[in-house]
């Protein structure tokens, strides 16, 4: 586990306990909040657990269901954290979805794409890897267009309570190696369970730390 400044944590505990919005659903580029705070974006297959995630980050049961109401699957969904507003947080549509129509697949690529190649804001991706699994090819597709479009991304493992200890320090281990091969990639990881709470605070850690850049 990364190890952060014990400020560094109880700052970031501070900041999620104070208050967290759903902003907007952005279906395209042109419904973008203004580019006036950081943003960090979360990514990951459509059953990683990101909206679990994301609840046990801000500390709230519901948050990230806002953005999951039908039709709102395939857009890009900003939190506004702080008030004053501080930072967003941006929810990324799921991909992996093998039985997606070739349409659905192709407008998830051009909005992702061009969300990361444009948006001056956005510093870091934190890209979801379910720690039953590591890393997928699927997941080099995101990580891939991420190191093609020079934005910076830091690995969460997921779900770490789903597998036995050794399972887990041993998926985690072979993530950091392939991450430490890939120019935009953070060399360290994070292991994270949304039901038990671990790895949540060093989560918040790293959240502030991006935006801090």
């Known amino acids: 586990m990364t190890e952060f400044d014990p400020e560094l944590i109880e700052g970031a505990r501070k900041t999620f306990a104070g208050p967290v919005a ?31 995630l994301l ?10 269901r806002t953005s999951n109401t039908p039709g709102r699957t395939q857009e890009l969904n900003f939190f506004d954290v702080g008030d004053p507003l501080r ?8 991909y992996g979805f093998a039985k997606a129509p070739k349409d659905v697949v192709r407008k998830w690529r051009f909005l992702v794409n061009d ?10 991706v934190l890209v979801l890897i379910d720690s039953r699994h590591g890393i997928k090819d699927v997941d080099r597709e995101i990580l891939d267009m991420l190191d093609a479009a ?20 041993d998926v985690t281990q072979r993530t950091i190696d392939e991450a430490r091969k890939r120019p935009a990639a953070h060399p360290d990881i994070l292991a994270t369970s949304s039901e038990k ?14 935006v801090s850049i």
């Open 22 to 52: 759903f902003l907007k659903s952005a279906p395209a580029l042109n419904f973008l909040p203004d580019a006036t705070v950081p943003e960090v974006a979360f990514a990951g297959r459509s059953n990683v657990g990101k909206s679990s």
């Open 55 to 64: 609840n046990a980050l801000t500390g709230r049961n519901a948050l990230a």
């Open 87 to 94: 930072f967003r947080l941006v929810d990324m549509p799921g």
């Open 115 to 124: 969300y990361l190649r444009g948006r001056d804001v956005l510093k870091r």
């Open 150 to 169: 020079a934005v910076s991304y830091r690995i969460v493992m997921t779900k770490g309570d789903k597998i036995k200890p050794a399972e887990l320090a």
């Open 197 to 210: 709470g671990d790895g949540i605070a060093e989560l918040r850690a790293a959240v502030i730390e991006a």
